[in-house]
């Protein structure tokens, strides 16, 4: 089976779907004991909100634990379909509701890291392309893998430390200032813009490596190949050839991959919106960890996993119409 | 002036642990409208020529030496220039595979961008150019929005082709087009290649390791070995006669050049990097001397417009005849003129045959080339004493002697052991130990059992092509340069016989040494045979390359001589049947 | 020593004398650490979890790291938080590696079903997003180690199955297998001389990529809170650290938060320095393609 088939992917994209709505089913009923007796009794936090009575009735009625697997499997399907992720314990609203409260912060820092960390990637990867083993192709390629190697929420203590602690050049915790009067919509973009600043910046270092490697050595390959050479015997001169013949073909692996960025980055978010309180996805999952909240942790699972199989879909797919290779 | 000139090209590809000489000092001159073949295995540098006559090394390579292009030292031109240059003067057709075309755009496209970049003329018009050349090549225009992996491999040769004739070039270079192709594919690129030369009267540079293709199209041919050029000159002189032992060696590895002949390769592998100083080509050659190991050869001129790079001034004599006579005497005081007046050579490494009726003076002959019979007047010199000097059978690289009859060259008393060893016992030569191991050696070169059984057993017991062997094990622990085989398959049955004959020339091949072949077997003689000489109640009535003597035979009695082949193939005197005949029969019989 | 060792040790030396400086340098680093694991009660004057000093006391002659709010010596956590860290990133790498790698290679080597079962499972699982699935599941299953290093071997056993198939597979493929197997060799025979020599080595330098991955994993998982709080890692401390209220705005930082982060990246930069030499060293491919 050809990896880029185009009804593999198809196929991959349902079972891994399927395998994800099942694990969310299934995982409440792996919980040690009853999930909603214990839910009170681990208090470990202040953020922890205890049961009430009513509550836990429905709870037993959304999962419907009193009724066959099967039916229940259905039950839950049913309620999916209908855009019905049950009610948040903590947030004392519909867990869909929640998720569509802090979804745009995410995508916004998520999409914005995707585009720099892949622009400045691709630049950085050409210049290093073509000054390969040079000086600054050397220290590019020293600096940046070392950088890839530390993790992001981790890279992201460290410049909240630096940018915000010590320097005090960024808000520690929100995605827009409270209570602020803003004079003109500009102003209310550079005040989003200075509260992402950090979040987008630590996710784009994360990514930036790996579309930078990538980007540099298929454009090393590409450059090695025989068509390269065809089109400089055929004296098109350096710029075409680089732009019309190298770049075409090595940025075809770029493009898969920023489907792939987009995934990692939603995962990295999680850590990365913690670090800086930034009141995205991420951080309410951790809330949600935190208050045990599982209906809208299982929500945003949900919702996470399958844009990141969206976005891997869709950078497939795109791949297919751009490589002619690839047949349909 | 010539159209293109190279002088003294060297390219070094510098890897991390070494420095590769892939072009080592190449000089060549293009005149307008010639084609010329650059021939050599891989390996010997013909694509690295190629490449920087594009001046498409840059950076891989170091290069030195110069390139002059219609006057113009192209060599350091800097790259916008080459660029006006490349595709407009100077195009090259690459060798076809899947990488060549850029895969993720339409092979239009690409034919089409080099029209747009150098005749700077509208889509429209280029578009409409391109299908004409597609025409021109023979594809369906319908293709140019294919994808380069839509195509066959024909296909996109034919692409390639078109792409290289799209600014209608002065100078192609053609690098191994057809070595991916099938046969037919091959010839029907030949042929337009013909064609177009005709009309547009490009020159052309074919650079291949197909001698035939080569040869079918190049008026001159340079030969390569390990990035030097070993000989050069016109297409038919160095096919017919090579005068460099790596182009004989070509020659002979080429198939469709002598079709009757069995194939025989170049022994030994391609020269590689791990330099030594002298003629890169030494280790492979049948004729190195002390020189070619530490200083390597230059070319030199060899009259009729050839040239040849060796110590030895190409393929050196070996032996050499004049004038040589023997009679024998008859009763009543006649006398028979058995040799008369013969002059004749032997290249070193070459197999001559020597064929003619019984009694046509042929083993006399050999006789007297081998030392034992004396002539009665004229001189044979081998290498540089004369023959009767006396010292060529008792010593090492001498020249050794195996005759016709198998039952009477070696004596029935004699275990296998003593008659091999006999020529050492015979000259004292070595300890008992090592006599033993290099019989041991020899059985194993005539394949048989190196076994103490069989060294214990006696001549006596052995079959007539087992004791042949033994014979030959004798004359080879001598490690002869010159051996004369005299009619030795004739006492032998065919399967025997044609087993004797492959091992006989497969030792040859190996060893490199010369062989005089002697045979009233024409048929035989062909398979092994470089050069043939005919001879006939005493005379060389005709001597030449083995593939002329045989299409075009000059004289009357060897045109009779070939047309006493019988067999029912070879009814209407057609060769080309009689040698598939024989190929089959002696190849079936493999070689033990 | 015996010879088998020896050898070991000599193909340890040679390994080890192609490293870049990085590598030694990570090599020296995790050495370190390991010390610092093995010799954690020599090394620090306190347990790791009894209150023996004052709350957030700084750095100082008693404590040489300072304490934590409940008065627990930082010095110490570190200490034994590199117990933690290491036991369950080589937990999860020996487990994930050598078990994905035996699938991978069963797989390879029978073909057929089980090669259909095992890989599209390994497909399914490369697909799905792991860390925030990690996330859940570790929420759903409850905060223990046990808990932790099996969730985390279930995410990364598929990488290293997916490649010893592919490598066995074009083992299999050659013609020396054919001629092994006509001359009578058995499969044990073929996987001891002829599968195993070519696929350890990868597996190797997979092991350490995901050490490196699951020690990421735990810090990130321990981060959110869901780590084992009976075990304080490194991961556990940043936990601790950053949900100190107003943290930022105090001094406690410096001792608190500063020490486990600058442990972890040390250890990462380490096991990423040693994976990166080990891979153009023991991959064949690797060594072909460096010169390209």
Same mark, same amino acid.
């Given at each position: ?147 890839? *190697? ?5 890279? +992201? &203590?460290? %410049?909240? @430390?630096?940018?915000? !602690?010590?320097? $005090?050049?960024? /808000? #520690? ?99 990365? *919106? ?5 009141? +995205? &996805?991420? %951080?309410? @999952?951790?809330?949600? !960890?935190?208050? $045990?909240?599982? /209906? #809208? ?32 | ?592 | ?292």
């Amino acid at each position: 089976m050809n990896e880029r088939d185009g009804q593999a992917i198809i196929f991959r994209f349902v079972v891994t779907l399927l395998v994800i709505l099942a694990l969310n089913f299934i995982l409440p009923h792996m919980m040690p004991g009853d999930p909603f007796s214990t839910m009170a009794s681990d208090v470990q936090s202040e953020d922890v909100i205890v049961m009430t009575e009513a509550q836990r009735e429905y709870y037993f009625q959304y999962y419907g634990l009193d009724r066959p697997l099967p039916e229940q499997f259905f039950s839950y399907l049913a309620n999916l379909a209908r855009g019905d992720l049950g009610q948040s314990i903590y947030y004392k609203m519909p867990v869909a509701g929640v998720i569509l409260l802090h979804l745009p912060w995410t995508i916004l820092i998520v999409l914005a890291a995707t585009a720099i960390s892949t622009v400045v990637g691709v630049v950085l990867g050409i210049i290093s392309a073509r000054n390969r083993n040079k000086g600054s192709d050397r220290l590019m390629m020293t600096g940046l893998i070392a950088f890839a *190697e530390i993790p992001s929420f981790l890279l +992201g &203590i460290i %410049l909240l @430390l630096i940018f915000c !602690v010590h320097l $005090r050049l960024f /808000p #520690l915790a929100g995605a827009v200032t409270p209570f602020a009067h803003y004079t003109g919509v500009l102003d209310q973009i550079g005040d989003i813009a200075h509260h992402a600043f950090l979040p987008v910046l630590t996710l784009s270092l994360a990514q930036l490596t790996g579309v930078y490697l990538l980007t540099r050595n298929t454009l090393i390959t590409v450059s090695t190949k025989d068509y390269i050479r065809t089109a400089r015997a055929k004296g098109l001169g350096d710029h075409i050839v680089w732009s019309r013949h190298a770049l075409r073909n090595a940025l075809l692996p770029v493009v898969t991959r920023t489907g792939f960025v987009i995934g990692m980055l939603m995962g990295g978010a999680v850590l990365v *919106e913690t670090v800086f309180n930034y009141p +995205g &996805i991420g %951080l309410t @999952l951790r809330n949600a !960890v935190v208050a $045990r909240d599982y /209906p #809208l942790i299982q929500g945003i699972l949900l919702v996470v996993a399958v844009s990141i199989l969206l976005c891997n879909l869709l950078a497939d797919r795109l791949y297919q119409k751009l490589d002619p290779r690839v047949v349909e | 002036m010539a159209d293109l000139e190279v002088k003294d090209l060297k390219c070094h590809y510098n890897t991390d642990t070494s420095v590769v000489p892939a072009v080592d000092g190449i000089s060549l001159s293009l005149e307008a409208g010639e084609i010329v073949g650059v021939i050599g295995e891989s390996g010997s540098g013909k694509t690295t020529l190629g490449l920087s006559i594009m001046r498409l090394l840059d950076g891989l390579a170091s290069v030195s030496g110069t390139i002059v292009y219609k006057g113009t030292d192209i060599t350091h031109l800097p790259e916008p220039e080459i660029d006006r240059i490349r595709w407009k003067d100077i195009a090259i057709v690459f060798q076809n595979n899947l990488d060549i075309l850029n895969p993720v755009m339409t092979v239009g496209k690409q034919v089409v961008e080099p029209l747009l970049k150098h005749e700077e003329i509208p889509v429209r018009e280029a578009q409409a150019r391109c299908a004409d050349l597609f025409r021109t090549v023979g594809l369906d225009p319908v293709w140019m929005d294919a994808y380069p992996h839509q195509l066959s491999g024909g296909m996109r040769q034919r692409v390639l082709l078109a792409m290289a004739l799209s600014c209608d070039p002065k100078l192609l270079i053609l690098d191994e087009v057809t070595s991916a192709l099938d046969a037919f594919t091959r010839k029907e690129i030949r042929d337009l290649l013909i064609d177009l030369q005709k009309k547009n009267g490009y020159s052309m540079i074919l650079i291949s390791h197909d001698l035939s293709f080569v040869s079918s199209l190049a008026s001159r041919m340079i030969v390569l070995y390990a990035g030097r050029v070993v000989e050069s000159g016109p297409t038919v002189d160095i096919i017919n006669a090579p005068r460099h032992p790596y182009t004989r060696g070509l020659v002979h590895s080429t198939p469709d050049i002598f079709v009757y002949k069995d194939l025989w390769g170049i022994p030994g592998e391609s020269a590689s990097e791990d330099g030594h100083a002298g003629c890169p080509f030494s280790r492979r050659c049948t004729q190195p001397i002390e020189i070619c190991r530490t200083s390597p050869p230059r070319l030199q001129s060899c009259g009729d417009g050839r040239e040849v790079a060796c110590h030895r001034g190409g393929i050196a004599t070996l032996l050499r005849a004049d004038a040589v006579h023997f009679r024998y005497p008859l009763p009543g005081r006649k006398t028979l003129h058995a040799v008369n007046g013969v002059d004749m050579d032997v290249c070193e490494g070459e197999v001559l045959a020597i064929v003619g009726q019984t009694a046509s003076g042929k083993s006399t002959l050999a006789h007297i080339l081998a030392g034992i019979l004396r002539p009665e007047s004229g001189e044979v010199r081998f290498m540089d004493g004369a023959v009767h000097s006396g010292n060529n059978g008792h010593r090492f690289g001498g020249i050794q002697i195996v005759f016709q009859d198998p039952f009477s060259s070696t004596s029935n008393r004699f275990t296998v052991l003593d008659a091999v060893r006999e020529p050492f016992d015979i000259n004292r030569i070595g300890t008992a130990a090592e006599r033993l191991d290099m019989t041991r050696e020899a059985l194993k070169l005539v394949r048989l059992p190196p076994t103490d059984e069989f060294l214990g057993k006696y001549c006596g017991a052995l079959s007539g092509g087992q004791r042949q062997r033994v014979a030959l094990a004798r004359a080879m622990i001598m490690k002869p340069r010159l051996l004369i085989a005299d009619e030795i398959t004739s006492a032998l049955d065919v399967s025997t016989a044609a087993n004797v004959l492959r091992l006989l020339k497969g030792l040859q091949n190996r060893r490199g040494f010369a062989m005089i072949y002697i045979s009233h077997d024409l048929s035989l003689t062909l398979k092994i045979a470089d050069r043939i000489a005919v001879m006939d109640a005493g005379r060389i009535i005709e001597i030449g390359n083995a593939h002329e003597v045989m299409l075009h035979p000059r004289d009357d009695r060897t045109k009779r001589l070939i047309g006493t082949r019988v067999g029912h193939c070879c009814h209407d005197h057609k060769p080309v049947g009689m040698a598939g005949r024989l190929q089959t029969r002696v190849s079936d019989c493999g070689d033990e | 020593m015996p010879p088998y060792l020896r050898n070991a040790a000599d193909r340890f030396t040679a390994t080890v004398s192609k490293f870049s400086l990085e590598g030694k340098i990570g090599l020296c680093g995790i050495a370190l650490i390991v010390m610092m694991a093995v010799f954690a009660p020599l090394l620090s004057a306190y347990p790791p979890g009894k209150i023996t000093g004052g709350s957030l006391e700084p750095p100082g002659a008693d404590h040489p790291l300072g304490t934590d709010e409940l008065g627990m010596d930082i010095w110490s956590q570190i200490c034994y938080g590199a117990r933690m860290s290491l036991f369950i990133g080589l937990a999860v790498a020996c487990i994930a590696g050598l078990g994905g790698g035996a699938l991978g290679i069963l797989a390879g080597y029978l073909g057929g079903a089980a090669d259909q079962v095992v890989m599209r499972t390994v497909d399914v699982l490369m697909a799905l997003p792991s860390f925030p699935l990690l996330v859940v599941i570790s929420a759903f299953m409850g905060p223990s180690v046990f808990n932790v290093i099996l969730i985390l071997v279930l995410f990364s056993w598929a990488k290293p199955a997916r490649i010893a198939r592919s490598q066995t597979l074009s083992i299999k493929n050659n013609v020396y297998i054919t001629a092994a197997r006509n001359y009578g060799a058995t499969p044990f025979y073929l996987l001891r001389r002829h599968i195993l020599p070519e696929v350890l080595p990868i597996l190797f330098v997979l092991i350490i990529s995901i050490t490196s991955y699951a020690i990421m994993a735990e810090t990130g998982l321990a981060f959110l809170g869901l780590g084992d709080p009976t075990s304080k890692s490194w991961g556990m401390m940043l936990y601790y650290a950053t949900n100190f209220r107003s943290i930022y705005f105090t001094p406690y930082w410096q001792w608190w938060l500063i020490p486990p982060l600058v442990a972890l990246i040390v250890l990462l930069l380490c096991l990423a320095f040693i994976g990166r030499d080990l891979e153009q060293v023991l991959d064949p491919r690797m060594r072909q393609n460096r010169g390209g």
